[in-house]
């Protein structure tokens, strides 16, 4: 993917000609999946925006698979079929919002000017959006040389704890992947990301009165003090990592040594190496003996891997020049925060993120999407694809 792209004028300009009036549509799709609640828990809800989905692509001829996944969303897959090239393109999004289930009864879709809010409005109904429409674009175009998958999945806000299999085995072969994760408020789209882990850490000490027989205990309140001050040392903001200890609890009572104690760690990376070291690191931690009569265990609750740049910089450039071509400049820019995304770069697949329309303040109640931006991110993301023909 080194090439400078030469795209197949006609295919895209039959794509950008088929988006260019549906911005009325896109808006009504983008509004009923918001009006749908799918809190990552509700099963329900996330697959109620699933089947959604799968109606609007089938009336279409699209041809769509359900995976069953227990006591979470299934995964929606989606496939236009190619012209006998066998390396598809993949096209990524998430069901899931962090909102909880009633929360559209209360806040549901609303418009202000060129704004609108709701729950998952950005994050990322707008960008299933996006990958709806790309697909019915190249779909009503009459299909690419190679096959356009897209990938719907329910569980992303908890660490793809069961999308993250059907992802990997997606991009598999791929000859790249976008992720409609929202657009940055500057207008950039995400080239780099970091990864990310959060742990359950468990301290088991020896309770005694802490009057009577102080010397009997072993305090694990106490174990886990001193682990939290090496886990935070563990932070090198040079490097890109980050270590957070952001939840704690234990004890019994004020007067009883402590026998037991508990702590949540957030982990932030930007390359597999580093993860490869931390973990290893901090297990080590949290295993040693602090104070005599203590132990520690260690669970991992979730994980992401890294988009490393290097991953993204050829696809970027595609994306960058389909976008001017459309009429609007853009940039690259990395982020802390994790996605999807992660797990197909650490493939090594071509990855690029954020490329869904822009928007701001996600997993809050000021949630908002700009409008204007919803078909022309769609147009650039379905040029790029198009473009991928001639790499």
Known sequence: MTDAPVLDRDMTDRVLAWLAPRAGEMEALL????????NSFDKAGTDAVGEAIAEMLRGDGIAVTRIAKEGFGDVFRAEVPGHGQNQHALMLGHRDTVFAKGTVATRGYSRDGDLAFGPGVAD?????????????AIHAAGGLPFPVVALFTADEEIGSPTGRAEIEAAAAGARA???????????????????????????KGVAAHSGVNHEAGASAIEALARKIVRLHAL????????????????GNTHNTVAPWAEAELDLRFKT??????????????VTSEDVPGTSGEITTKALFLPLEEKHSQALFERYRQAAAGIGFEVGGEF?????????????????LCGLGPVGGKAHTDDEFLQLD????????LAATICGLASR
């Open 31 to 38: 509004k009923r999946l918001v009006d749908i609640d799918s």
């Open 373 to 380: 931006t919803l078909l022309p991110r769609t147009q650039a």
């Open 335 to 351: 982020t802390g925060g994790c996605a999807d995304s992660g797990f197909t770069a650490a493939l090594g697949v071509p990855t």
């Open 272 to 285: 597999l190496e580093q993860r490869a070291r931390l973990i290893d690191v901090i297990t080590g931690i």
């Open 177 to 203: 992947v976008f992720n409609t994760e929202p657009g940055r408020v500057s207008g950039n789209v995400v080239t780099g990301r970091k990864g990310g882990a959060s742990f359950h850490i468990r301290i």
């Open 235 to 250: 932070t090198d903001y040079g490097s890109g990592v980050t270590t957070n200890v952001g939840v704690i609890k234990g």
């Open 124 to 136: 990322m109904k707008g960008g299933l959006v996006a990958n709806i429409f790309a697909l019915r």
